[in-house]
Protein backbone atom coordinates (compact mmCIF):
# COMPACT_ATOMS: atom_id res chain seq x y z
CA UNK A 1 0.00 0.00 0.00
CA UNK A 2 1.86 3.34 -0.80
CA UNK A 3 -0.06 6.58 -0.29
CA UNK A 4 -0.97 8.76 -3.84
CA UNK A 5 -1.29 12.31 -3.67
CA UNK A 6 -3.50 13.35 -7.01
CA UNK A 7 -3.93 16.99 -8.11
CA UNK A 8 -4.70 18.68 -11.47
CA UNK A 9 -2.11 21.03 -13.23
CA UNK A 10 -3.19 24.30 -15.02
CA UNK A 11 -3.92 22.46 -18.21
CA UNK A 12 -5.92 20.07 -16.56
CA UNK A 13 -3.73 16.82 -16.46
CA UNK A 14 -3.95 15.01 -13.51
CA UNK A 15 -0.89 14.51 -11.68
CA UNK A 16 0.01 11.57 -9.38
CA UNK A 17 2.69 11.42 -6.37
CA UNK A 18 4.14 8.92 -4.52
CA UNK A 19 5.63 11.11 -1.77
CA UNK A 20 7.27 7.81 -0.27
CA UNK A 21 9.33 7.20 -3.41
CA UNK A 22 11.24 9.62 -4.75
CA UNK A 23 10.74 10.67 -8.14
CA UNK A 24 7.85 8.40 -8.69
CA UNK A 25 5.44 10.83 -10.32
CA UNK A 26 2.97 10.24 -13.82
CA UNK A 27 0.04 11.45 -15.00
CA UNK A 28 -3.49 11.25 -16.85
CA UNK A 29 -6.20 12.65 -18.46
CA UNK A 30 -8.50 11.35 -15.96
CA UNK A 31 -7.86 10.40 -12.17
CA UNK A 32 -8.73 6.91 -12.96
CA UNK A 33 -5.83 6.73 -15.88
CA UNK A 34 -3.48 8.87 -13.63
CA UNK A 35 -4.37 6.21 -10.98
CA UNK A 36 -3.14 3.50 -13.05
CA UNK A 37 -0.11 5.07 -14.64
CA UNK A 38 0.99 5.48 -11.07
CA UNK A 39 0.59 1.82 -10.04
CA UNK A 40 2.67 0.68 -13.13
CA UNK A 41 5.29 3.42 -12.00
CA UNK A 42 5.23 2.10 -8.26
CA UNK A 43 5.25 -1.02 -9.40
CA UNK A 44 8.32 -0.90 -11.47
CA UNK A 45 10.17 1.46 -9.11
CA UNK A 46 9.89 -1.49 -6.32
CA UNK A 47 11.30 -4.07 -8.75
CA UNK A 48 13.63 -2.15 -10.17
CA UNK A 49 15.04 -1.99 -6.36
CA UNK A 50 14.65 -5.11 -5.34
CA UNK A 51 16.70 -6.30 -8.75
CA UNK A 52 19.19 -3.76 -7.56
CA UNK A 53 19.49 -5.36 -4.00
CA UNK A 54 18.68 -1.91 -2.35
CA UNK A 55 16.14 -1.38 0.17
CA UNK A 56 12.38 -0.27 -0.32
CA UNK A 57 11.77 2.79 1.22
CA UNK A 58 8.90 2.07 4.30
CA UNK A 59 5.69 4.00 3.79
CA UNK A 60 5.67 7.25 6.37
CA UNK A 61 3.58 9.54 5.18
CA UNK A 62 1.15 11.51 7.16
CA UNK A 63 -2.09 12.93 5.28
CA UNK A 64 -3.69 15.79 6.94
CA UNK A 65 -6.53 18.75 5.59
CA UNK A 66 -5.81 22.44 7.35
CA UNK A 67 -8.35 23.99 7.14
CA UNK A 68 -7.05 27.97 6.51
Not at 32 to 56: F, H, Q, R, S
Amino acid sequence: MRQVVLYQDEDGVWIAECPSLPGVVSDGATVEEAIANVKEAITGYIEALKEDKLPVPPEQNITLLVAV
